[in-house]
């Protein structure tokens, strides 16, 4: 839709510019008051200006939310989700695309309706699973009369278990699975033509050859771009995180240290601290999305696509 | 031995009958060209040979090993696809070497080899470039080199010039046949271009409807067809068909009224309802005063620059000749046409099959066939 007509364009700009700092200015207050002192920060009226207290602020954050073990923890979580998310969205979507199997569609739904049940609808199930991982492999057991048939044929009882609570793998297997990112793959995975399949057959390479040399480099600007989002949502966990770990000391992320940084109502109201805080803790996101960004765009742009 | 022997090939999906028996053998170092209209199982043929298709009854064997249940990549053929199919994330060297690398071979012995490759189909200024980066053509060659590279035992290509232009397409038509010339490869080539067919084949099959309509050199083709489709499909216009019968006079009678004095034709096939064919360019222009003339009124003429067709219309049937004289006409003018009885044919109405007219005609045919 192409508009000509000059106060046209100024209502579009006004309307963008008047979004664009509905957007900012929180960013902004954050920063400001990240960079007062306290007793600027509890003047009223708010002032909109920044101050001079920033990095002694950054660093009494830094210290008072221990953030440099939590910026580890968040990191390894947020990239161990990421990565585990898009090799299992590649992968089941590649056997939904380039498969016929009977149960092919039905095993897409399957995937698609989890669409429906985000981590806050199935938590207490996923907290049972992750305190026991191996519980439905005993269920499994008991119900078929293996473990009485081995408790009585060698006297031993059966009972697995493998405790997920208070763990990198607990933090992460569970988030894992997405549905979002399969979607994105098969959508993918539908545009690349049946001849380049066959071609690919023709010059003898096998499905997992054909996955890696062919279909993994095509697709990494859907990659990235998934990396991104990824990412930036699975920093940004709080519930699952704050279950999941009674050690908070060891296993903590920064967004649960968020909580740490708010001044107790009955301490001293140092809101630049927490503000700082708030400045180091979504950095990280801000960075991989200016990065990334960089990134698919170049790959939208370039020929090979 | 046959390079590739087709006995029995039959295609199924679900209750779709789309091949219905195929038999045929391809010697070694032919150029087979498979013809026919679009959706009469021709690429689904070679698909079968290739090893990307099941093959539902009967038997394929390459070079004497009956094929039905290897992988592709055991059967020893190179296929060129219609859209190119080249990798676009490699450069036209990962692309030709691509077969070579997942046979293992050594980096070194495979640019050799991807080097000599692309020289001969001169794709060497090109090697570091993607197949975004090159034109039409230059894919098609990239495509044919990822064939070559392999040294395959045969070459299928599934309708591979239908995305060039008409200029490029008669290019590439000459360096798959000087390639053919060189590598002395057994070949296959799927095309719904009678042009391309009749020019590049040693031997062409001409299917339709899941059926091979006839086996035969280009020539024999055009000159003998086996069956009435046969006699439509070949040829640029298409062959005269007539429909009528003989009477006991020795005349044909079709349309409304029309009588064709063909008194060496007709014995033996009095009132068999059949169609008579004559090739446009064998009807010639007479004089009305010319015996057995036929009389007709001109449709309209289609200018084709050394010569020109008429459409006629002799009494309710449609005849076209090729004519090169000059002479004023326009549509609605009587004219007066004639052909030889050696050259015509008679298809039978019911069978669709070639009926034997007796040796006059037989060596009319084979005369012609030699020329």
């Known amino acids: 839709m192409i508009e000509r007509s000059p106060i046209f364009d100024a209502i579009s700009y006004g309307v963008m510019i008047l979004g664009l700092m509905l957007v900012l200015l929180p960013f902004w207050i954050t920063f400001v008051a990240g960079s007062q002192s306290i007793q600027e920060v509890t003047q009223v009226p708010i002032n909109l200006w920044p101050s001079s207290h920033l990095l002694e602020n950054l660093q009494a954050a830094w210290d008072r939310a221990d953030l440099g073990p939590k910026m580890l923890n968040s990191f390894l979580v947020a990239s161990g989700v990421t990565i585990g998310k898009i090799v299992l969205a590649s992968l089941s979507a590649f056997a939904i695309v380039f498969f016929n199997f009977r149960a092919r569609m039905v095993c897409f739904w399957l995937i698609f309706m989890t669409l429906m049940l985000p981590l806050e609808v199935r938590i207490v199930p996923t907290y049972a699973i992750a305190a026991n991982a191996l519980q439905p492999v005993q269920a499994i057991l008991d119900v078929t009369g293996i473990s009485w048939l081995l408790q009585t044929l060698s006297g ?130 801000l960075l991989v999305v200016a990065l990334m960004q960089r990134w698919f765009v170049r790959g939208l742009i370039s020929k090979d696509k | 031995m046959s390079a590739i022997s087709l006995s029995g090939v039959k295609k199924r999906y679900q209750k779709n009958n789309v091949v219905h028996g195929v038999d045929v053998e391809i010697e070694a170092g032919e150029f087979v060209v498979i013809l026919g209209p679009s959706g009469c199982g021709k690429s689904t043929l070679l698909r079968m040979i290739a090893g990307l298709e099941d093959i539902t009854e009967g038997e394929i064997a390459i070079g004497g090993t009956v094929v039905n249940k290897l992988e592709p990549r055991e059967r020893g053929c190179a296929m060129v696809f ?56 230059q894919r098609q060659r990239v495509a044919m080199a990822r064939a070559m590279v392999r040294e395959p035992k045969v070459f299928l290509f599934d309708e591979p010039f239908s995305n060039l232009d008409a200029k490029l397409r008669v290019a590439m038509r000459a360096e798959v046949r000087n390639l053919h010339r060189s590598l002395g490869v057994t070949s296959v080539f799927v095309t719904h271009d009678q042009t391309e067919a009749m020019t590049l084949a040693d031997r062409l099959i001409i299917m339709n409807a899941g059926v091979v309509e006839q086996v035969g050199k280009p020539s024999e083709v055009y000159h003998n067809p086996a069956s009435l489709f046969v006699a439509d499909f070949i040829g640029s216009p298409a062959m005269n068909l007539v429909r009528g019968f003989f009477g006991e006079d020795g005349y044909f009678r079709h349309g409304q009224g029309g009588m064709i004095h063909l008194p060496s034709l007709g014995q033996g096939l009095v009132s068999r309802e059949v169609s008579l064919g004559v090739r446009p360019e064998l009807v010639q222009r007479v004089s009305a005063e010319t015996k057995g003339a036929i009389t007709a009124v001109v449709d309209y003429i289609e200018e084709l620059g050394a010569s020109r067709l008429i459409y006629a219309n002799a009494d309710g049937s449609r005849l076209i000749a090729v004519d090169t004289s000059n002479d004023a006409l326009g549509t609605g003018m009587p004219i007066h046409l004639s052909f030889a009885a050696v050259d015509a044919h008679v298809f039978d109405h019911d069978t669709g099959r070639r009926v034997d007219l007796g040796d006059a005609n037989s060596a009319a045919t084979r005369a012609r066939i030699n020329a």
């Open chain 2, 82 to 137: 219609q859209n190119y199919a080249l990798y676009p994330h490699m450069s036209v060297r990962q692309n030709i070497g691509y077969a070579l690398k997942v046979a293992g071979m050594p980096r070194a012995e495979r640019d050799a080899k991807v080097l000599k490759v692309a020289k001969s189909v001169s794709l060497d200024p090109y090697l570091d470039r993607k197949p975004g980066e090159l034109s039409g053509g």
């Open chain 1, 156 to 285: 031993v009882q059966v009972s697995l278990e493998w405790n997920l609570l208070n763990s990198y793998p607990g933090m992460i297997l569970p988030l894992v699975a997405t549905a979002t990112g399969t979607f994105l793959y098969r959508q993918f995975f539908m545009t690349i033509p049946d001849e380049l399949v066959e071609a690919s057959k023709m010059d003898g390479s096998g499905p997992l050859r054909f996955f890696w040399e062919v279909l993994i480099p095509l697709s990494r600007t859907n990659m990235l771009a998934l990396a991104t989002i990824m990412f930036v949502s699975s920093w940004n966990q709080y519930l699952w995180p704050l279950l999941i770990t009674t050690d908070r000391a060891t296993y903590g992320t920064v967004v649960m240290q968020l909580k740490a940084l708010i001044p107790d109502p009955t301490g001293l109201p140092d809101w630049n601290v927490t503000m700082a805080g708030a400045l180091i803790i979504m950095l990280p996101p």
